[in-house]
């Protein structure tokens, strides 16, 4: 018996196990048959209410019909779930994600065992596609085996729009190197980050193109590069900027060449301003961000991708320590960014940027929940759905999953979560998913259903 199978096998009746344990017959799991929900009122990613009762049937990977009347369906081929009138919404969307750093040490994932490394990365993954993250957008680190295994069916979790490794510049985010590793020999051998791309280092137009058209060749949606200083490396200061106008061109040509856009992960106007001037189409945190920068990106039309990260990540960094002193640096920002968001009506996307924490991770709903310091929680849901989907279409052809996401609407992809009670008017309902998200339906496939048995 060849090792493929044997992996296929073990897939399969892992597969099955999940869908039993979720109260799902395996071979619907499986099969993909049509579903029909009825008396559902919809949330559709968009708006600030709800409809009235409705009825949805899927097909195949497809929202096929909606209709406040009743649709006839075969019985022989559908499978039917009373909502009773619970409130059917997209599957949620995280734009700021990294699959494979949720739960090894910063340590093991630079210089752990890579063979580890992906079986954490795969026994996460199921976690937040249960926590209704139907997709994600991987925004830094090697997640191209991963996606590939979650859609072949032999791993289960969320749809990943792969950036593959960042890019960066020598002393950049991104860059972990210690000084002992210096000097950098141009074009020699690769560093251990580099070598399971996790980041790679640029320090020229030319080594630039290399490095972006080495990811689109690996199957990245998008390209993600650090324009400035971070956080979480250790000699990359809060106010530097990196990459050159003319480095950070040559990403934009590269990338637009293959029909997709560049995501710069910049805090300062400096930097911000920068990415601007170089064709970047999305701006990822902006925390440092002044009104003048802020009004920029409402006239270039660009993309914000904002996080509204929890106190827990900053004092997840020692005292004392480089990066903790970088972090109180950042923090108080957060505010600011997003009532510069909504004083411009910037294009918003919302992610959480978890790192080397299992537990914060499974708090993913509620850092979502924790928008309505600044949203409506209709509004902060639309980000998470509609708004986010909106985004991930600027990959063009290079977007791995072609229709429509975030949204409830006939022809879009059929990602959706059936919700005990109007998260319109809770929004603390998503914090608690094993017990508030009662069906969890990705690509036309049901991965939870605990319907039976409810009260209308």
């Not at 399969?12 to 559902?40: C, K, R």
């Not at 560049?262 to 999305?282: D, E, L, M, N, S």
């Not at 980000?383 to 290079?398: D, Q, V």
């Amino acid at each position: 018996m060849s090792w493929h199978l044997v992996v296929k096998i073990l897939a399969v009746a892992a597969s099955t196990a999940l869908s039993l344990a979720a109260g799902l017959p395996p071979v619907q799991a499986q099969q993909g048959a049509a579903v029909l929900f009825q008396n559902v009122r919809i949330f559709d990613g968009r708006s600030d209410k709800l409809s009235a009762s409705s009825n949805v049937l899927i097909r195949d990977k497809n929202i096929e019909k909606i209709s406040p009347a009743a649709i006839t369906a075969d019985a022989t081929q559908t499978a039917v779930i009373d909502g009773g009138g619970r409130v059917l919404m997209p599957g949620l969307i995280d734009m700021h994600w990294h699959a494979m750093l949720v739960r090894p040490t910063p340590a093991g994932a630079i210089a752990g065992d890579v063979g580890y490394n992906n079986l954490l990365a795969a026994a996460e993954a199921t976690d937040p596609l249960m926590r209704g993250f139907t997709t994600v957008r991987d925004v830094g680190g090697p997640s191209f085996g991963l996606k590939q295994a979650i859609d072949e069916g032999f791993v289960t979790g969320p749809r990943i729009y792969p950036s593959g490794a960042m890019i960066t510049v020598t002393s950049g985010h991104g860059d972990f190197r210690q000084r002992s590793d210096l000097p950098r020999t141009i074009g020699g051998m690769l560093t251990r980050m580099e070598q399971i791309g996790g980041s790679m280092v640029a320090d020229s137009p030319d080594e630039v193109r290399v490095r972006v058209r080495e990811q689109l060749m690996q199957g990245a949606s998008q390209i993600k590069l650090t324009a400035g200083g971070g956080v979480s490396s250790p000699f990359s200061p809060i106010d530097a900027v990196t990459f050159t106008e003319p480095e950070l061109r040559a990403a934009v040509e590269a990338a637009e060449n293959w029909g997709t856009y560049v995501v710069a992960h910049a805090f300062t106007p400096a930097a911000i301003q920068r990415a601007i001037a170089a064709g970047v189409k999305c701006i990822e945190h902006g925390f440092l961000m002044d009104d003048a920068t802020a009004k920029l990106i409402a006239e270039k039309g660009v993309w914000l991708s904002l996080q509204p990260l929890p106190d827990e990540l900053r004092q997840g960094f020692p005292e004392g320590s480089v990066e903790r002193a970088k972090a109180d640096e950042v923090w108080p920002g957060i505010g600011g960014a997003y009532e510069f968001a909504k004083k411009y009506k910037l294009k918003t996307a919302w992610g959480t940027d978890v790192l080397f924490s299992r537990a914060l991770a499974q708090r993913q709903g509620a850092i979502l929940a924790s928008l309505v310091r600044w949203y409506t929680p209709a509004e902060a849901l639309a980000m998470a759905t509609g708004m986010n989907g909106e985004l991930l279409a600027l990959s063009g052809k290079r977007n791995p999953y072609p229709g429509k996401l975030g949204v409830v609407e006939e022809g879009a992809l059929a990602d959706l979560l059936l919700v005990d009670g109007n998260p319109i008017d809770n929004i603390n309902l998503i914090e608690d998913p094993a017990k508030n998200f009662l069906v969890i339906m990705k690509d036309g496939k049901i991965h939870k259903n605990l319907i039976a048995g409810k009260p209308n």
